[in-house]
Nanobody, 123 residues
């Protein structure tokens, strides 16, 4: 059974940092493209960052320079380091996995999704 379990969300002040983790199991993690997505209330789910099985990365313009996606293929874990957080980063954050070549921040290529972890940026 495929499982993606996110953790690390919480309440942080503007300008602060958080690191999200996504523990993966039930599939060959190292061969899958992985991504982070977010969804704020009343808005569509949007791609935040993606990482290919071979390490190439892609970011949404809104997070470029502030967020870093990475993966540990030994620990089967995906990470999202988030710095200089802004109130508009507030959302439920989801990790996703897809068996495709390359890197994507679109939802289409992703087959498996986690349940999400809430990030709230507020003073």
């Amino acid at each position: 059974e495929v499982q993606l379990v996110e953790s690390g969300g919480g309440l942080v002040q503007p300008g602060g940092s958080l690191t999200l983790s996504c523990a993966a199991s039930g599939f060959t993690f190292s061969t899958y493209g992985m991504g982070w997505f977010r969804q704020a209330p009343g808005k569509e789910r949007e791609g935040v960052a993606g990482i290919a099985s071979y390490g190439a990365t892609k970011y949404a313009n809104s997070v470029k320079g502030r967020f870093t996606i990475s993966r540990d293929n030994v620990k089967n874990t995906l990470y999202l380091q988030m710095n200089s957080l802004k109130p508009e980063d507030t959302a439920m954050y989801y990790c996703a996995a897809g068996q495709f070549l390359g890197v994507s921040t679109f939802t289409g290529p992703y087959r498996y999704w986690g349940q999400g972890t809430q990030v709230t940026v507020s003073s």
